[in-house]
């Protein structure tokens, strides 16, 4: 499934549970820019692209459709946490094999 940039800001913005107005509050804009690009009305600025990458955890390059990888942050995790996450994308990948 191919999302355009407007899918991928609602489809990330829902399911970090915010609104529009909490992301349009966290960008500094209007929530109706939000709506705009959710809408496919408009689109976000490149400046907005990088705020949107930081705030959902992605690559801008996801973002734009550039690449379909999905780079999750586990940064703030435990060393055992990120080794279970590890342990758990290794099991689905060897599962597709």
């Given at each position: 499934?191919?999302?355009?940039?407007?899918?991928?800001?609602?489809?990330?913005?829902?399911?970090?549970?915010?609104?529009?107005?909490?992301?349009?509050?966290?960008?500094?804009?209007?929530?109706?820019?939000?709506?705009?690009?959710?809408?496919?009305?408009?689109?976000?600025?490149?400046?907005?692209?990088?705020e949107?990458?930081?705030?959902?955890?992605v690559?801008?390059d996801?973002?734009?459709?550039?690449?379909?990888k999905?780079?999750?942050?586990?940064?703030?995790?435990?060393?055992?946490e990120?080794?279970?996450?590890?342990?758990?994308?290794a099991?689905?990948?060897?599962?597709?094999?």
């Open positions: 499934m191919i999302l355009n940039i407007a899918d991928k800001i609602r489809l990330l913005r829902e399911q970090r549970g915010l609104t529009q107005t909490d992301l349009a509050k966290m960008l500094g804009i209007s929530r109706s820019a939000v709506n705009s690009w959710e809408m496919s009305l408009s689109l976000p600025s490149l400046t907005n692209i990088v949107l990458a930081k705030i959902f955890h690559s801008t996801f973002l734009l459709s550039v690449s379909d999905f780079l999750l942050d586990i940064t703030d995790l435990s060393s055992d990120k080794e279970i996450v590890t342990k758990m994308v099991c689905f990948l060897k599962k597709r094999k």
